[in-house]
């Protein structure tokens, strides 16, 4: 049975608890209902956002979910159609026999919110303890104030931020060679349609993040996943994946790669350009750790479009890992041609990025506090990183832990043999403790013995330390 199906039987069920209760009345938490109906996380979010939008519950954050006011009846319809229309839509192949794809449960269950009762490991955006939030405050009240916030901005984005993220970027770019797009994800799912024609191979890292799992598939792209060693993506597996599929796209992440750690080294980028250059490949360099660099994270390797005079790489940046989910800017940066086909397809997607939302992006990072806030974060998440480590060695072992990244968000952890990431996941929630299965990072099935865990979305470092250990007693039952 697919999450679809069982979140809908789940929401049947759940609704017919609820409907004769009084207004006002708590729900169950989201862990009680992983342990009373033993389904996923990701099921117990989607029925009640089925339920939240039937308007039979109401979520209150920090208190919990309730029975709402009761409401007028409306009429209800019979959808059932529709499932046979998209399901003929979703076998409306290409001329190569792909079809796309929109099933994102992984992705999905990176952007699940928490029970008030459930410190979340799982998330990947800053707590708000974390986030800069005077500083964003401020730059938005400021740039309500600004006439030309409100009128049109350039399809490539705002002059200044383009000329901010080429220097922020470096390797001699300059705003020509800059669009502004609407964060990492938004600008890697357009430049996978905008490169890729449905059916092509396009070469991925394995394992990676579910975003890009999802964003090829969506394009009706063929992944072919490469691994990696503690380098990152391995050359010699790369350049016989591009001999053998002829792809003409790779994506990689340079630095503290989400799952893994594994950062590129400047040799191994040196490889992977000249691979690339030989089969004439686009490299897609997802560069979102960028401004994530840990206090004690010493010299690391520039991007690899720095050193690309010839146009290899397509270069991603943004700014909302750093600053708030909502801060929702970031920025594509290429050489040559692609620009142009870029900026078409950036159009066609989403037109351009709001003008509010640029100024106040480049308000914050022009601000006299924006390094220094950078620092700050990189001190927090330092302090968080060797929380974070000193549990997992403890309660999983010190072998769990193959990469300790100096920056990022998150550490990879090897299960011992007898576990299964996905069924500690499960158990985890049921004690109070939402982290990431590994399963959900591979595009194909895998029993992955690992479990990702993120120590920025919970509210300090000792709730981190705390949900951590709270998982021996799960490990023990297992």
């Keep these: 049975?697919?999450?679809?199906?069982?979140?809908?039987?789940?929401?049947?069920?759940?609704?017919?608890?609820?409907?004769?209760?009084?207004?006002?009345?708590?729900?169950?938490t989201h862990r009680e209902l992983v342990r009373r109906f033993g389904v996923s996380a990701t099921t117990v979010s989607q029925a009640l956002a089925l339920l939240t939008r039937r308007g039979l519950i109401i979520s209150r954050p920090g208190a919990g979910t309730f029975r709402s006011e009761a409401r007028p009846v409306t009429r209800v319809g019979d959808t059932s159609?529709?499932?046979?229309?998209?399901?003929?839509?979703?076998?409306?192949?290409?001329?190569?026999?792909?079809?796309?794809?929109?099933?994102?449960?992984?992705?999905?269950?990176?952007?699940?919110?928490?029970?008030?009762?459930?410190?979340?490991?799982?998330?990947?955006?800053?707590h708000p303890q974390l986030q800069p939030l005077a500083t964003l405050g401020s730059a938005l009240s400021r740039t309500a104030r600004r006439s030309e916030a409100w009128d049109r901005p350039p399809v490539a984005g705002v002059t200044a931020l383009r000329d901010w993220f080429a220097s922020d970027i470096g390797g001699g770019l300059g705003r020509h060679d800059i669009l502004i797009c609407g964060a990492g994800q938004s600008a890697?799912?357009?430049?996978?349609?905008?490169?890729?024609?449905?059916?092509?191979?396009?070469?991925?890292?394995?394992?990676?993040?579910?975003?890009?799992?999802?964003?090829?598939?969506?394009?009706?792209?063929?992944t072919i996943p490469v691994p990696l060693d503690h380098e990152g993506i391995r050359p010699d597996y790369l350049d016989e994946a591009l001999t053998?599929?002829?792809?003409?796209?790779?994506?990689?992440?340079?630095?503290?790669?989400?799952?893994?750690?594994?950062?590129?080294?400047?040799g191994r980028q040196d490889e992977i350009r000249a691979i690339a250059r030989r089969h004439g490949v686009f490299v897609i360099e997802d560069d979102f750790a960028r401004h994530m660099l840990h206090a004690d994270a010493g010299p690391t390797p520039p991007p690899m479009i720095a050193d690309d005079p010839d146009g290899t790489v397509v270069h991603i940046r943004s700014l909302t890992k750093?600053?708030?989910?909502?801060?929702?800017?970031?920025?594509?940066?290429?050489?040559?041609?692609v620009m142009a086909r870029l900026r078409s397809a950036h159009v066609i997607d989403t037109m351009f990025v709001p003008a509010p939302l640029q100024y106040t992006a480049l308000?914050?990072?022009?601000?006299?506090?924006?390094?220094?806030?950078?620092?700050?974060?990189?001190?927090?998440?330092?302090?968080?990183?060797k929380v974070a480590v000193e549990a997992v060695s403890?309660?999983?072992?010190?072998?769990?832990?193959?990469?300790?990244?100096?920056?990022?968000?998150?550490?990879?952890?090897?299960?011992?043999?007898?576990?299964?990431?996905?069924?500690?996941?499960?158990?985890?929630?049921?004690?109070?403790?939402?982290?990431?299965?590994?399963?959900?990072?591979?595009?194909?099935?895998?029993?992955?013995?690992?479990?990702?865990?993120?120590?920025?979305?919970?509210?300090?470092a000792a709730d981190v330390d705390g949900a951590v250990r709270r998982l021996a007693s799960v490990v023990a039952e297992q």
């Design 1 to 28: 049975m697919n999450d679809s199906s069982s979140s809908q039987e789940l929401a049947g069920a759940l609704a017919r608890e609820i409907e004769g209760l009084p207004a006002g009345t708590r729900i169950s």
């Design 81 to 126: 159609w529709q499932e046979a229309a998209l399901e003929l839509t979703n076998r409306i192949d290409s001329s190569s026999g792909t079809p796309r794809g929109f099933k994102t449960p992984a992705l999905l269950g990176t952007l699940s919110t928490s029970g008030p009762d459930v410190v979340d490991l799982n998330g990947g955006y800053l």
């Design 188 to 222: 890697l799912a357009t430049t996978l349609r905008a490169l890729g024609q449905p059916g092509d191979p396009v070469v991925i890292e394995s394992p990676t993040y579910p975003g890009t799992i999802a964003a090829a598939h969506a394009a009706g792209l063929r």
């Design 244 to 266: 053998r599929t002829r792809a003409r796209l790779v994506i990689v992440q340079p630095l503290f790669q989400n799952p893994t750690g594994a950062s590129l080294s400047v």
């Design 322 to 337: 750093v600053t708030s989910p909502n801060l929702r800017v970031g920025a594509l940066a290429a050489r040559g041609p």
């Design 363 to 385: 308000d914050v990072v022009t601000a006299a506090g924006w390094k220094r806030a950078l620092a700050t974060l990189g001190s927090a998440l330092e302090h968080r990183r």
């Design 394 to 460: 403890a309660t999983f072992g010190p072998q769990a832990l193959a990469v300790v990244p100096h920056g990022g968000y998150h550490l990879w952890v090897a299960l011992p043999g007898h576990l299964d990431g996905g069924q500690l996941a499960a158990a985890a929630l049921a004690h109070g403790v939402s982290l990431t299965p590994g399963d959900n990072y591979y595009p194909t099935d895998s029993s992955a013995p690992h479990v990702r865990i993120s120590y920025v979305a919970a509210p300090s």
